[in-house]
């Protein structure tokens, strides 16, 4: 079964620092890797999709990077802004039309 | 586009009644959609897979009785909370999924059972 864990649970951080979230998967066999925010009480946001045949995606101030064979993925955030605070949750899926399996997140606080 | 539509965004029912939750996919067909519950602080846990047309399939430890699930048509599914109690009370989101434009979700519904 795969299990997707993400690290720092949480993180707090001051405005303009640029920060790494990570994300581990225990089955390299996945068909692609999704990186999501989600404000409080809020659905899900899709930040970045990356396909299991690519190495990264980048958006804006955000890229994310995938190692399949290590089973790892890590989402960058350039001059992080207060208006970033929010989860952020990695989700995998095992094939085409499958669920997705997430991590429980990394909350991140950025203060003014 | 790849957006989805979910409805009620919060509902509050007594305890034994029963809630539906409709999540239509706007611009495209979804033949299969997730449904999923995310309890305070937890990431989110997969109830059922939704596919057109036939039977819904549940997760491991997800009453199929309890939650059911009816997607009648290629934009819309709908699960329903049967006899709800307090403990069902959760955030429940769906989502659908679309060629090159990954897994969309729904906005979520707080479902408060009192």
């Known amino acids: 079964k795969q299990e997707v864990t993400q690290i720092p649970a949480a993180l707090s951080v001051p405005e303009g620092e640029n920060l790494v979230l990570n994300c581990s998967f225990t089955d390299s066999a996945i068909y692609n890797l999704q990186w999501f925010r989600q404000d409080p009480g809020k659905g899900l946001t899709s930040l970045l999709l990356i396909q299991s045949s690519q190495r990264e995606q980048t958006s804006g101030r955000l890229n994310a990077s995938l190692d399949k064979s290590s089973g790892r993925s890590t989402l960058y955030i350039a001059a992080s802004q207060p208006g970033d605070s929010a989860t952020y949750l990695c989700?995998?899926?095992?094939?085409?039309?499958?669920?997705?399996?997430f991590g429980k997140g990394t909350s991140l606080l950025v203060t003014p | 586009g790849a957006v989805v539509s979910q409805h009620p965004s919060r509902v509050i029912c007594k305890s034994g009644t029963s809630v539906k939750i409709e999540c239509r996919s706007l611009?495209?067909?979804?033949?299969?959609m997730f449904w999923y519950r995310q309890f305070p602080k937890q990431s989110l846990m997969l109830m059922a897979t939704s596919n057109e047309g036939s039977k819904a399939t549940y997760e491991q430890g997800v009453e199929k009785d309890k939650f059911l699930i009816n997607h009648a048509s290629l934009t819309l599914s709908t699960l329903t909370v049967t006899s709800a109690h307090p403990e069902d009370s959760s955030f429940y989101i769906c989502?659908?999924?679309?060629?090159?434009?990954?897994?969309?979700f729904g906005s979520g519904t707080r479902l408060t059972v009192v």
């Open positions: 989502s659908a999924v679309r060629k090159s434009y990954g897994y969309t």
């Open positions: 989700a995998v899926s095992g094939d085409s039309g499958y669920a997705l399996n």
């Open positions: 611009d495209f067909q979804a033949t299969t």
